[in-house]
Structures are given as structure tokens and as C-alpha cells.
């Protein structure tokens, strides 16, 4: 494949255009964080979640979102790093046209699973919120009967309605490992249809 000096922020040969992606790809971040800026902190001396109370409305409290350093990865909610990634290789595309396809179909996938992982960023948000829940009404519960036997069925299942919430949540976390993977795979196989091109005239 043909020479590009200075095309769209690519210059040299394709094979030394291609080794500049490589190494520009090389430098992302792909966290496997488990989404843990919506986790619901947790008060270990009342033994509940914590809330923060602003006039008429209370809401559980949690981490906040991550440092800019931090979600700088391609498998955040909540990054501007797939933005990057994209520009880049549209430049590369410009630069080299017989490609034009491989990118195409790379962008359109990783916009999919952008798409994804904003869906499992906000499952697990629910998900925190229902746990929290759970956990801040089982003290008051278990205080208000009068029935031992009673008291012991509800806290039961309120225990097993926990450990199934529990449970939904780390079924989250897994997707969202799983959804890094495939953003990690999708690159790799870029890379190797790119690499086909290297010996094209």
C-alpha cells in the first residue's frame, strides 16, 4: 500500500502508519472496575447504608464518579476515551482509504457496545438502590414484631431476597467483564484485518 505524508495525522508508509496505530491502541485503558462508582456506601458503625438528607429528600450515598484518570478507559459509562479512539482511526481511514471498511465496521460495533455498557452501568445503579433498600429496612423489621416465630420468617426471607440481590449484582459485574472483553477483542481483531493490508500494493 501506497505512501501518506502528513494525511490526516498519519505519515510514512501503511506498515509505519500501521505500527503508529498499533502503538496509539496500545496506550487505552480497559478497566475491569465492576462499575464501582454505583456501589451505596456503607455506615460500618450504624450497621446501614448511608444517606445524605437535602431538605425533603434523602438519597443513599456513593463514591462519585471516578477521577478523569480513572474512567479514561473504553469500558467506562462515563469516558470521552471511545471518542478518541474513533477520531483516530477516521484519521487513519482518511489516510488510507482501502481500509475505509475494516474502520467502518470497527466504530459501528464499538458504538454498540458503548451503548452496552451505559445499559449495565445503569442496572447495576438500580441494583445498588435495591440492595440498599433491602439492607436499611431489615433493622426496623426485625425490631417491630412481636412473634419470634414471625420474626424469624421474615428475616429469612428477607436474608434469601438479600443474598438473590447480591447475587443479580454480581451477574453485573461478570457482563461488564465480559462486555471489556469483547471491546479488547474487537481491537485485536482490527488490528489483524489491518495487518492484511500490509503487503497490498
Known amino acids: 500500500m501506497g505512501k501518506r505524508s502528513g494525511e490526516a495525522g498519519f505519515t510514512g508508509d501503511f506498515t509505519a502508519a500501521l505500527a503508529e496505530l498499533q502503538a496509539n ?3 487505552t485503558k480497559i478497566l475491569d472496575c465492576d462499575l464501582s462508582h454505583e456501589r451505596v456506601l456503607w455506615d460500618a458503625g450504624e450497621g446501614c447504608p448511608r444517606r445524605r438528607t437535602l431538605g425533603e429528600e434523602s438519597h443513599f450515598l456513593r463514591p462519585g464518579i471516578c477521577s478523569a484518570s480513572k474512567r479514561a478507559h473504553l469500558g467506562c459509562a462515563h469516558t470521552t476515551a471511545r471518542d478518541g ?12 482509504p482501502a481500509v475505509g471498511a475494516e474502520i467502518t465496521d470497527f466504530i459501528a460495533r464499538l458504538r454498540e457496545l458503548e451503548m452496552q ?5 445503569g442496572a447495576k445503579s438500580r441494583a445498588e438502590l435495591e440492595l440498599a433498600d433491602l439492607l436499611l429496612n431489615l433493622a426496623p423489621m426485625k425490631a417491630g414484631l412481636d412473634s419470634q416465630n414471625r420474626q424469624a420468617q421474615v428475616v429469612q426471607g428477607l436474608q434469601q431476597e438479600l443474598q438473590q440481590q447480591r447475587h443479580k449484582i454480581g451477574k453485573i459485574n ?4 465480559q462486555t471489556n472483553g469483547q471491546i479488547r477483542r474487537l481491537i485485536a481483531t482490527l488490528l489483524a484485518r489491518l495487518s492484511l493490508h500490509g503487503d497490498k500494493p
Open 85 to 96: 479512539v474513533i477520531t483516530r482511526l477516521q484519521q487513519f481511514g482518511a489516510a488510507f
Open 174 to 177: 461478570a457482563e461488564h467483564r
Open 117 to 121: 455498557v451505559i445499559r449495565i452501568d
Open 25 to 27: 491502541l496500545a496506550q
